[in-house]
């Protein structure tokens, strides 16, 4: 089948939607998402994400030195594996509670 132009399409009085269509093989014309059969879709937005902390979090803003911040997201990486990787905070927070289980 030869490809027609879009000023073919349109002297033949079709869209250039009904162009691009003819290439859709299935489509379902559904007012949500939830309306088109064997379909899993996920919580609307509002919802919120998922907890990934099971405590409360607090936000702390640091002002540190450029070697110290370098050093941390190093000693981060090092930490990490390739199934699990470990964020700045989960080392800082690692590190605190380690200090914390010394000195009780």
Do not use: W
Not at 4 to 27: C, M, N, P, W, Y
Request: proline share 5%; hydrophobic share 35%.
């Amino acid at each position: 089948m030869a490809k027609k132009s879009l000023k073919e399409a349109a002297a033949a009085g079709t869209s250039v939607f009904d162009t691009i269509a003819q290439g859709a093989q299935r489509t379902i014309d559904a007012e949500d998402v939830k309306d088109v059969p064997n379909v899993q879709y996920v919580k609307h937005a509002r919802d919120g994400r998922p907890a990934k902390y099971a405590q409360p979090m607090e936000r702390l803003n640091l002002k540190i030195p450029a070697d110290v911040k370098e050093y941390l997201y190093a000693a981060a990486y090092r930490e990490s594996s390739p199934k699990k990787q470990v964020s700045v905070t989960e080392y800082l927070c690692q590190l605190v509670r380690e200090d914390m289980e010394r000195h009780k």
